[in-house]
């Protein structure tokens, strides 16, 4: 039993290095999802022109806009780069669980995506001239990244292999992770406007309580949209 | 040996227990003292937001049951059925809404976590059937069947995340009768509810058997093609 | 109050126009799934006879 748990951390790893070492040469995903939670950023601002009064306002709302729309766009790249490399086939063939396979490619967009919230934080807080870079920030992007990745990598799975699949992704992903959405710019806000962290905690469990429900049932499910 | 035409009577059934409910809500219940005769949407759209929802869990089950068993008279089942949802979710929505403007001056008031939560499952719904459409024959039974399951759970995620969105500013309003409702009403809205399951069920029989005819067609495609 | 009977109106006539033309589609797929059928069953009957 051990012996399996063992090998199974081993596949998620080597799985999720594959990923990463991909995209440390190529650096593909974190680059356009950067730029894409930049130019978020920033049409927001020209769409919004909001004074310093209201900033405080708008900001949660605005970040998680950002950070949702980029996110996307990296949670499509992960499957979209092995089916145009043919890699898909042979991510099925690879001998490893199909659990395996859903936690590593899910690991490697939470961390593409990780990276891009360190970077579009200070930035953020730059062009609005918001002090957010916080670390009660960090914390609650950290986590929920990981049920926005674990719904996403599923979804994403599907969308890949329909006709409209830059189209299907967001289509499929955005109203089931409305709830996702909502603790996170929740907690965001109560930061900002500096309430105590017990208050934000709050939030904090709620996010953490839909990241378990959907890791565990999107790593259950995975299995069904992979098979050939 | 007469054959017994089950659909006539079901047909039969429903159409009586509709006019009985229209009867009822038109010409029988009480107007509501506070909203008015605008109260009496209610009994259309509380029993169009039931069949919805009970049309996604039947896609729910469905799903997990072809997922589990690979036959695909539960692929079929659970596609009738969302097709069913979506008209029936659309009704819902804009009965809702017709029902709200004049009752709470607003189109679509977005802290009834109700009438949120019955958008949200439109959409995922609209997914479902996208994804059948957009996908391969093989793998579209498969695909649906994960959304079913997934989209399916979020629900009342979806509907308790909608309440704590809200809860920091106060609900002006209850868009629901909070006093306890009175017997002649709750009456008129049980009919309700029976004759739209009915119309459920009723419905359902005949998108299965022009969903199996669908498969029919295709099958014999096929077998010309050979 | 009255005024307000105009909603009312509007919300069931949705309801049953919605349902109205629902059925009406799903006739006019069965009568065209009913042609198609009967084509195919022939051509499949041609078919095995040959």
């Known amino acids: 039993m051990l012996e399996k748990m063992k090998n199974f951390t081993q596949d998620v790893v080597t799985l999720l290095w594959k990923d990463l070492l991909a995209e440390f040469r190529t650096k593909e995903i974190t680059i356009s999802i950067l730029v894409f939670a930049l130019l978020t950023i920033v049409i927001f601002n020209f769409a919004f022109t909001p004074d310093p009064a209201r900033v405080g306002l708008i900001a949660p709302g605005v970040l998680w806009v950002a950070f949702s729309f980029s996110g996307v766009l990296g949670l499509n790249r992960t499957f979209v780069i092995e089916k145009e490399r043919g890699g898909l086939q042979g991510l099925v063939l690879c001998p490893v669980e199909r659990e395996a396979l859903f936690l590593g490619k899910a690991a490697g967009t939470f961390i593409f995506m990780c990276i891009m919230e360190m970077i579009i934080l200070p930035v953020f807080s730059i062009l609005l001239n918001l002090p957010v870079f916080m670390p009660g920030l960090l914390a609650i992007a950290f986590l929920s990244n990981i049920g926005f990745v674990a719904m996403g990598t599923l979804f994403s799975a599907i969308a890949v292999n329909t006709r409209a699949r830059d189209f299907m992704l967001p289509l499929l992903f955005f109203p089931a992770i409305i709830p996702l959405l909502v603790f996170a710019v929740k907690g965001s806000s109560m930061v900002i406007s500096g309430e105590p962290w017990s208050d934000v905690m709050g939030w904090l469990w709620k996010i953490a309580a839909f990241d378990v429900v959907y890791l565990v049932v999107s790593t259950l499910v995975f299995e069904f949209v992979l098979e050939e | ?226 | 109050m009255e005024k307000n009977f105009g909603y009312l109106l509007a919300a069931f006539a949705v309801i049953w126009l919605g349902h109205l033309i629902f059925l009406l589609r799903l006739h006019l797929r069965q009568g065209s799934l009913d042609k198609e059928l009967a084509f195919l069953r022939d051509l499949v009957k041609e078919k095995e006879r040959k």
């Open chain 2, 1 to 226: 040996m007469r054959s017994f035409n089950l659909n006539a009577v079901l047909w039969s059934v429903t159409t009586i227990l509709i006019m009985v409910a229209l009867y009822l809500v038109f010409a029988w219940v009480p107007t509501e003292a506070t909203m008015g005769i605008v109260q009496r949407i209610f009994y259309f759209h509380v029993p169009s937001a039931w069949v919805a929802f009970l049309s996604f869990f039947v896609v729910f089950v469905s799903s997990i049951l072809y997922l589990a068993k690979r036959n695909i008279k539960w692929d079929t089942l659970a596609y009738c059925s969302a097709e069913i949802g979506v008209v029936f979710t659309s009704l819902a929505l804009i009965s809702g809404a017709i029902w709200a403007k004049p009752t709470w001056l607003s189109w679509f008031p977005w802290e009834d976590p109700r009438l949120t939560t019955t958008l949200v499952l439109w959409l995922i719904y609209v997914g479902y059937l996208l994804v059948r459409n957009y996908s391969t024959t093989y793998q579209a039974p498969r695909f649906a069947a994960v959304i079913g399951i997934a989209g399916f759970l979020d629900v009342p995620i979806i509907y308790l995340s909608v309440i704590w969105w809200r809860s920091a500013h106060p609900i002006v309003f209850r868009p629901s009768s909070d006093a306890g409702i009175a017997p002649s009403m709750l009456l008129t809205l049980m009919v309700s509810l029976v004759a739209f399951t009915m119309l459920y069920v009723v419905l359902m029989r005949l998108v299965l058997s022009i969903r199996r005819a669908e498969l029919e067609v295709e099958e014999l495609k096929t077998r010309i093609q050979d």
